[in-house]
């Protein structure tokens, strides 16, 4: 079983509707981050957390400690969002990341 | 802004091979890693570097090489190219626990 797990692998959607993405983890971790990879592109780190919530725009990353999950949502979808996003998790002082598999976002006009 | 640049963008070699893919950042950032990306796999950590010199092995360091001979420069080595190491190659860099990429490599092994 792997140590992060995403779901769904693959999401489409109708621009203007909400979306969520999941990660769920079975390790302690330090901090969680989420990223976003365009087609062809490099990796942009969105949100590195620990706790609670963070809002950057439409986009709003969750997580809960104690179930070992986060969540990431975005809100008024628009086919610019279209990327594979990654979920990562840091564990303690360890600089280095175990990362999820990724879902690919696809949004509609 | 951080920068983290990579030597090429696409390349291809040949079975054999010695391959060097270099990773420059701009921030004196201390650690530096090398990932590769594959379809249905994800990130894997290859070779990880906390300090000029100082080199730590990942999940999958057979048939690579790294040599951090300066702060800023993080170099991946193929000692001797194959097929299955066709790949996205990916740097990063790290302060804290934030990672910075870059735009990686998409090497094709012939």
């Known amino acids: 079983k792997n140590e992060v797990e995403q779901s769904p692998q693959n999401l489409t959607a109708q621009e203007g509707e909400f979306i969520t993405i999941n990660c769920s983890y079975s390790?302690?971790?330090?901090?969680l981050h989420w990223l976003q990879q365009h087609p062809g592109g490099g990796i942009v780190s969105l949100f590195m957390?620990?706790?609670g919530k963070k809002k950057h725009g439409r986009l709003i990353a969750t997580i809960n400690i104690q179930e070992k999950h986060s969540s990431l949502h975005i809100t008024a979808s628009h086919p610019r969002d279209s990327a594979v996003y990654i979920c990562a998790v840091a564990r303690g002082s360890n600089y280095k990341l175990t990362f999820g598999k990724g879902t690919l976002l696809t949004v509609n006009p | 802004d951080v920068k983290v640049t990579q030597s090429s963008r696409y390349l291809v070699k040949r079975t054999g091979e010695k391959v060097f893919l270099e990773c420059v950042q701009d921030?004196?950032?201390?650690?530096m890693f090398w990932y590769r990306q594959d379809p249905g796999l994800g990130l894997r950590l290859i070779y990880f570097?906390?300090?000029?010199?100082?080199?730590e092995k990942g999940d999958i360091p057979e048939g690579y090489s790294v040599s951090r001979e300066k702060k800023e420069r993080f170099s991946l080595i193929l000692e001797s190219a194959s097929t299955n190491q066709t790949s996205m190659y990916l740097c990063?860099?790290?302060?804290?626990?934030?990672?910075?990429f870059g735009p990686g490599t998409r090497l094709t092994v012939l």
């Open positions: 921030m004196d950032h201390e650690n």
């Open positions: 570097s906390y300090d000029v010199k100082m080199k």
């Open positions: 957390l620990s706790s």
């Open positions: 990063a860099s790290s302060i804290r626990l934030e990672q910075f």
């Open positions: 390790v302690g971790i330090s901090a």
